[in-house]
T-cell receptor, first 115, second 117 residues
Framework: AQSVTQPDIHITVSEGASLELRCNYS??????LFWYVQSPGQGLQLLLK??????LVQGIKGFEAEFKRSQSSFNLRKPSVHWSDAAEYFC?????????????FGAGTRLAVHP | EAEVAQSPRYKITEKSQAVAFWCDPI?????LYWYRQILGQGPELLVQ????????DSQLPKDRFSAERLKGVDSTLKIQPAELGDSAMYLC???????????????FGPGTRLTVL
């Protein structure tokens, strides 16, 4: 079945530490891949996206993500976390199987940052 | 900077009552999406409009939910009657176009948090 999996429901890191949030997808072909962030009471903001080409993509707020076809993964990373990064992070795919664009979201990973 | 507007931001209602949510997309955006986000889960697409036409409502519970975008601009999502399980965040998003070879980013509004008592 087609799915997006974020294995970690909740992650806590110390400010200044590195971060990696995991995302795996299950689709027949490589879909378009996205990471969104949602702060409390806010809508979703796009951090970065992957369509094709270079497998390491840079996004806003110092985030990057690496696409690994062999592992069907698109993990989000940040070298040094800031307290303001505390939020919920969603991985999403667009199967782009023809017709209209459509986003399928994972369940999210809630990030807490210790001072 | 243009934003997607939603109202109300919060709504508390009793079971079996009717509720309605409003969304005003970014000006010029042809595609409008309504998502439901249950606590602890990711958003799930309920309905997608291209201009005034519905192009995907496969996940919309049509016995109680309805959506319209009469003039191809703003949109209303209605629930009648509301049930306890409808408690969730309802997000609206818009994009310049939702089809074709070029990809257009979806921009999300702040959402309406619905609590059904």
């Amino acid at each position: 079945a087609q799915s997006v999996t974020q294995p970690d429901i909740h992650i806590t890191v110390s400010e200044g530490a590195s971060l990696e949030l995991r995302c795996n997808y299950s689709y027949g072909a490589t879909p378009y891949l996205f990471w969104y962030v949602q702060s409390p009471g806010q809508g979703l903001q796009l951090l970065l996206k992957y369509f094709s080409g270079d497998t390491l993509v840079q996004g806003i707020k110092g985030f990057e993500a690496e696409f690994k076809r062999s592992q069907s993964s698109f993990n989000l990373r940040k070298p040094s976390v800031h307290w303001s990064d505390a939020a919920e992070y969603f991985c999403a795919v667009d199967p782009f199987s023809g017709g209209y664009n459509k986003l399928i979201f994972g369940a999210g990973t809630r990030l807490a940052v210790h001072p | 900077e243009a934003e997607v507007a939603q109202s109300p931001r919060y709504k508390i209602t009793e079971k079996s009552q009717a509720v309605a949510f409003w969304c005003d997309p970014i000006s010029g955006h042809a595609t409008l999406y309504w998502y439901r986000q249950i606590l602890g889960q990711g958003p799930e697409l309920l309905v997608q409009f291209q201009d005034e036409s519905v192009v995907d409502d496969s996940q919309l519970p049509k016995d109680r939910f309805s959506a319209e975008r009469l003039k191809g601009v703003d949109s209303t999502l209605k629930i009648q009657p509301a049930e306890l399980g409808d408690s969730a965040m309802y997000l609206c998003a818009s994009s310049a176009s939702g089809s074709g070879k070029s990809y257009n980013e979806q921009f999300f509004g702040p959402g309406t948090r619905l609590t059904v008592l």
